[in-house]
């Protein structure tokens, strides 16, 4: 009677694993089929940026799982996709905030990301069978408008950057040139979109940090010059209150910059932040983890 019973429990477990293992090739089929993101074969098919030829530090940080999720997200973001299933499996909500983080400072061209929304389980997992919801900053329409206001003044800073002497001189321009055009300026909670990245610093001038770090990194990956854009992030309850610079490779070794501290409230230019190794320059700024080291 005990073996009898053993028997159904035990069929009963292999029946359960079956229909699992069956469920979840179902959930994985549904979400590859109809809602994977890709990239586009036809680079001319993006509305406005095509994501290359940009320095991804942060992307060499992640495992190749985060990886696949980066691109997804990525992907996503630079064809306006309201939503995307992602090829995951399971992924807690901290290491998804984490990918997400390190496409927005990868990718400052990506102007118009605001956030992502998705369902969690009880145990702080992303529930990877449900659809990944986005959010943007611009509408796509909004987005080309924006992009044609500022393109022609950062094309100007490269081109100009372009003619310099050498890589030193290269930086040293874009890092005076962005505080000349503009100024720091407090904005209120309903210009955050346009503060919180590179549009301000193109589009009006009135920028903070965020404009001048993801504006540094930019032109640096136009330049062919590997840059990150590196952030406190030690201001939980409110992330726009933390600070962002940049960290530059020049002649094989990493240093420290940052613009916003080197704009002396429009009494010209000072250089208390530029170029500085981690020794100088982390006396007064907070080292995010996983930064290169020299």
């Not at 090739?25 to 993006?46: G, K």
């Not at 630079?78 to 905030?97: A, C, R, V, Y």
Request: charged share 25%.
């Amino acid at each position: 009677m005990k073996k009898k019973f053993s028997d159904i429990l035990f069929n009963i477990f292999i029946l359960a694993c079956i229909v699992s293992t069956f469920y979840m090739f179902f959930i994985y089929m549904r979400v590859s089929s109809e809602d994977m993101v890709v990239a586009l074969q036809n680079e001319n098919n993006y509305p406005i940026y095509t994501g290359n030829n940009v320095f991804e530090y942060w992307k060499t940080t992640l495992t190749d799982e985060q990886k696949v999720l980066y691109e997804e997200i990525k992907e996503a973001y630079l064809q306006f996709k309201k939503q995307f299933g992602t090829k995951i499996k399971k992924i807690n909500t901290e290491d998804f905030d984490k990918v997400f983080d390190a496409v927005v400072l990868d990718h400052p061209e990506i102007f118009w990301i605001d956030s992502y929304s998705t369902i969690r389980t009880f145990n702080n997992y992303i529930n990877t069978s449900k659809i990944i919801q986005l959010h943007y900053s611009y509408t796509e329409e909004e987005a080309k408008e924006v992009k044609a206001r500022i393109e022609p003044k950062y094309n100007a800073i490269i081109e100009e950057a372009k003619i310099q002497s050498t890589d030193y001189d290269k930086i040293k321009y874009v890092h005076d040139k962005l505080i000349e055009i503009s100024q720091y300026h407090e904005y209120t909670k309903d210009q955050e979109n346009s503060y919180q990245s590179l549009v301000s610093i193109f589009d009006t001038g009135d920028t903070v940090c965020a404009g001048y770090a993801y504006s540094f990194k930019f032109i640096m990956d136009n330049l062919e010059i590997k840059c990150i854009a590196s952030n406190d992030v030690s201001n939980e309850e409110d992330k726009f209150s933390n600070h962002i610079w940049n960290i530059v490779n020049l002649d094989g070794m990493w240093y420290n910059i940052d613009v916003t501290w080197d704009q002396n409230n429009g009494n010209g230019i000072i250089y208390n932040y530029f170029l500085k190794d981690n020794d100088d320059f982390y006396k007064d700024h907070k080292m995010q983890e996983g930064i290169p080291q020299n």
